[in-house]
């Protein structure tokens, strides 16, 4: 009889708010400050969400935790340009950027796609992220 409205619950698949320099990266534990290269990663049946600093921390966490729904989670990142949530498995991306954890990639839609940037599609710069990674490791056992 009596309803609760202020209890809505957000739709599985929508990106959580982010609480900005307080909500920790789930991988390397570093505040989440930058606007313009967060990622969330949700379960698709649970609905949890996990926060990142870097598309680079996002794509290692999949691999390193053997998330078993990593080819069903829904990804969103912040639009390089804009800050607004984008698919991230439908986004324009151009490397050399500066971003939180150096990985170097940035998040368009067309619509806010740097002129004459050259682009790159999510397997590609996923796939990428693993090489930098393991180059980096490589660099750091030489030592």
């Known amino acids: 009889m009596?309803?609760?409205?202020?209890?809505?619950?957000?739709?599985?698949?929508?990106?959580?708010k982010m609480h900005w320099d307080r909500d920790?990266?789930?991988r390397c534990k570093m505040a989440i400050s930058e606007r313009k290269f967060a990622v969330q990663i949700i379960d698709p049946k649970t609905g949890k969400d996990y926060k990142f600093d870097d598309l680079g921390c996002a794509?290692?966490?999949?691999?390193?935790?053997?998330?078993?729904?990593?080819?069903?989670?829904?990804?969103?990142?912040?639009?390089?340009?804009?800050?607004?949530?984008?698919?991230?498995?439908?986004?324009?991306?151009?490397?050399?950027?500066?971003?939180?954890?150096?990985y170097g990639f940035a998040a368009y839609t067309d619509a806010t796609l740097p002129k004459g940037a050259k682009v790159f599609d999510y397997p590609y710069v996923a796939k990428r992220i693993e090489e930098i990674e393991k180059e980096n490791s490589t660099k750091v056992k030489a030592y």
């Open 59 to 102: 794509v290692l966490w999949l691999k390193e935790e053997k998330i078993p729904w990593a080819r069903q989670a829904i990804i969103w990142i912040t639009d390089a340009k804009t800050g607004k949530w984008i698919d991230a498995r439908k986004a324009k991306y151009v490397s050399g950027t500066i971003t939180p954890m150096a």
């Open 2 to 16: 009596f309803g609760f409205s202020g209890c809505d619950k957000k739709p599985i698949g929508a990106a959580e």
């Open 24 to 26: 920790m990266c789930e």
